[in-house]
């Protein structure tokens, strides 16, 4: 597990260490450069000094130990007067002025002049220069090196006092509640920890609202399938007290119509479920022609049954991107309603078309319709429109789930539902793409 305060430690230290290496590269070669220019003002004072005393004396008083420095004298015919360190490999002949000689002893730093009837030349080697350079610099240095582990234990505390408000949101959110979802509080955080915190704010809101959903719905299918159960738990009863075959046909009768009905509503329960927003599907091109042809053929026994008549009115090419089985839940929905609620004679009518560029289904029967006032209403879970003198009920009971169902797939799509009145002075259902 990686540890954003070790992590923090090892490159602020890493960033110290690199930046320190360099000030001392900078500082060692700021040194080489002062040392050089001492060095060579020396080597030009030795030679000023020959002239104002004899050589005799002169070369007398240097030795092998005087700062590495080798002298060689010529005279005017090129004749070596003096070597005072003949094993050293230098250039026999005097190049006037300051050079840099290779050798297989490393770099000198050479210097000529002419001094009286003599040729003089200096010699040292650059290594010297080199120590004392490096020297100066690690002198300077030194006193870094030895702070590095204070700053580094420095760094430590530092990064772990500003890592404190994460400690603090962890341990409010390890001894919270597992039904506590009230946000956390934003007080005494600094900014860079407060977007972290309103993500979980954000995240706790949605789980809040997805839990108060799933306990709502549970409740509520939890009520409307009690009176379901208990229906057919009493007719299953009454099929055991019947003393003849004719009541005892008819009860069963009975129970199979309620066994139906409790199926439908835990099939249509199921079907919201999946239609809800954590609720996964497989989006694909959908031609939509084809759907709504697959729907009608499966719909057109029932209506038959019911004394309906169900037919496609209009059909236009069209495709839209979706969960095909979404959307083939909601087209079963409104054609099951629609069939369900037209009266035995009537029709219901399905139509494809485009209009401006989008698809659009519509779906009208001949049935009571919905009034305006309640045409919100309606797609609310387990809402029934109340029964009147314009609103026969069919012989299939409804649950209250269809339009839901129809609203919950539509909003997850961006889809638009909008109820209206058909033509025939029923209902009309009205889905734009």
């Known amino acids: ?121 200096l010699a040292q080697p650059l290594s010297i220069r080199n120590r004392v350079a490096a020297g100066v610099a690690w002198r300077t240095l030194w006193p870094l090196v030895l702070l590095l582990p204070l700053l580094g234990l420095a760094i430590w505390v530092i990064v772990g006092r500003g890592l404190v408000p994460l400690q603090r949101v962890t341990h409010a959110l390890d001894t919270r509640h597992p039904e506590a979802l009230d946000p956390l509080s934003e007080q005494r955080l600094p900014h860079e920890v407060r977007p ?90 959908v031609d939509l022609c084809e759907l709504l042809e697959e729907c009608v053929r499966g719909y057109v026994l029932v209506a038959q049954e019911r004394g309906v008549d169900l037919g496609i009115e209009a059909s236009e090419p069209a495709t839209v991107r979706g969960d ?31 209009d401006d560029g989008r698809p659009l289904v519509e779906i009208s029967d001949t049935g009571p319709g919905i009034s305006a006032e309640e045409r919100e209403r309606v797609f609310d879970r387990f809402y029934r429109v109340g029964e009147g003198a314009n609103r026969a009920r069919t012989d299939v009971a409804g649950s209250g789930l269809g ?15 909008v109820l209206g009145q058909s033509a025939a002075g029923g209902l009309k259902v009205s889905i734009r793409f």
């Open 1 to 121: 597990m990686r540890s954003i305060c070790r992590t923090l430690l090892i490159w602020l230290l890493a960033l110290v260490i690199v930046g320190v290496g360099f000030a001392g590269w900078l500082i060692y070669r700021q040194a080489l450069a002062e040392a050089n220019e001492l060095f060579d003002y020396q080597l030009q004072q030795i030679a000023v000094a020959f002239p104002s005393e004899p050589l005799s004396s002169v070369l007398s008083s240097r030795s092998e130990s005087d700062e590495g420095v080798v002298i060689q004298i010529w005279n005017r015919n090129g004749v070596l007067m003096y070597y005072s360190h003949p094993r050293v490999p230098l250039a026999p002949h005097a190049e006037l002025g300051f050079s840099t000689e290779m050798t297989p002893r490393g770099e000198w730093r050479v210097y000529s002049a002419i001094v009286g009837d003599n040729v003089v030349q």
């Open 196 to 285: 972290v915190v309103r993500a979980l704010n954000a995240l706790l809101s949605r789980l809040s609202a997805a839990l108060n959903t799933q306990k709502a719905f549970v409740a509520d299918a939890a009520h409307e399938l009690r009176t379901p159960l208990a229906a057919v738990q009493i007719q299953a009863q009454l099929v055991a007290r019947a003393r003849d075959d004719d009541t005892r046909r008819e009860t069963l009768r009975d129970l199979h119509e309620g066994i139906a009905r409790t199926t439908r509503l835990a099939e249509q329960l199921l079907a919201l479920a999946r239609s809800e927003p954590d609720g996964k599907g497989i989006e694909a091109q």
């Open 324 to 354: 095909p089985d979404s959307l083939r839940v909601m087209f079963n929905n409104l054609i099951d309603n629609a069939t369900k609620y037209t009266p035995r004679g009537g029709r219901v009518d399905v139509c494809l078309k485009v």
């Open 403 to 417: 339009l839901a169902i129809v609203r919950r797939i539509a909003d997850q799509r961006g889809t638009k539902v």
